[in-house]
């Protein structure tokens, strides 16, 4: 596939396979990502029927099927490529929890609401797998972050962006809690750039990787929006979007 990369910002984003752009990056501070859960299975598992969250309708962030077989066998080995070369993670993750590396600790978001229906009933509690420790935590700061927080806000399915894209809310926690002001964000599977928005907003630099050509140009548009519409205190206005090297021999760490 053609694969291409543009600079808004202090943001890199990538257009390409995560499982050959990883080894060309070095060393990130944080890595916040959404990853596909591996649950395509129609009605998602749901007896009655309704949405069980990352149903992505033939899309497992590595341009194949959202299957289980496609998690473990495509999935899983990227995620843990990024895992390799960070500091401090926080992976969103579904119900194949049993088959990710063992986190260091596990947070979360509870809605009351629900987020969708399992055989056992309304699926409230949405785990993440937190590996390293909290960076203010290793400053001898202490927590400054909540590792779970309740919510009202859902997953919009169907949405003009993605089919199910996290809540802005919900990332930047994510990346507050894993990261400090200025330091690089990386997200293998950026999907619609929701993280990419979330660490624009609160000082970070990210670098996303994307294989869905659609995708990958909605999430240039948000993170440039995000840089127009800045937090205040935090964030200036970024340049235009530029295309770099259309080759991964140009891609430099």
């Known amino acids: 596939m053609s694969q291409r990369e543009e600079i808004i910002g202090d943001c890199r984003l990538i257009l390409g396979d995560c499982r050959d752009i990883l080894p060309t990056l070095g060393k990130v501070d944080a890595v916040v990502t959404d990853p596909p859960y591996g649950v395509n299975l129609g009605n998602c598992g749901d007896p009655r ?6 149903n992505l309708r033939g899309y497992d962030g590595l341009g194949a099927d959202d299957s289980y077989e496609a998690f473990v066998g495509r999935v899983l080995p990227a995620l843990n490529q990024a895992l390799d070369i960070c500091a401090r993670a926080v992976v969103w993750t579904g119900p194949h929890i049993h088959e990710q590396r063992k986190p260091d600790a596990i947070g979360g978001v509870y809605c009351p609401a629900g987020t969708g ?14 590996y390293g420790m909290s960076p203010t935590v290793a400053l001898g700061k202490g927590a400054t972050c ?49 993280t990419g928005v979330a660490s624009v907003k609160l000082g970070r630099k990210f670098i996303g990787i994307e294989i869905e050509p659609k995708y990958f140009d909605t999430a240039c ?16 206005p970024a340049p235009k979007a530029e295309q770099m090297g259309l080759s991964f021999d140009e891609v430099k760490p």
């Open 49 to 54: 029927g309704g949405s069980h969250g990352k």
């Open 117 to 130: 229906r399992t055989g056992w009933g309304f699926k409230q509690i949405l785990p993440v797998l937190l």
């Open 146 to 194: 909540p590792t779970a927080f309740q919510s009202s806000e859902r997953p919009a399915p169907d949405s003009r962006d993605h089919p199910v894209p996290k809540p802005v809310g919900w990332m930047k926690w994510s990346v507050k809690l894993a990261s400090m002001p200025g330091e690089v964000v990386l997200d293998p599977f950026m999907g619609s750039g929701t």
């Open 221 to 236: 548009r948000r993170i440039e929006e995000a840089y127009k519409q800045p937090d205040l205190f935090v964030t200036s």
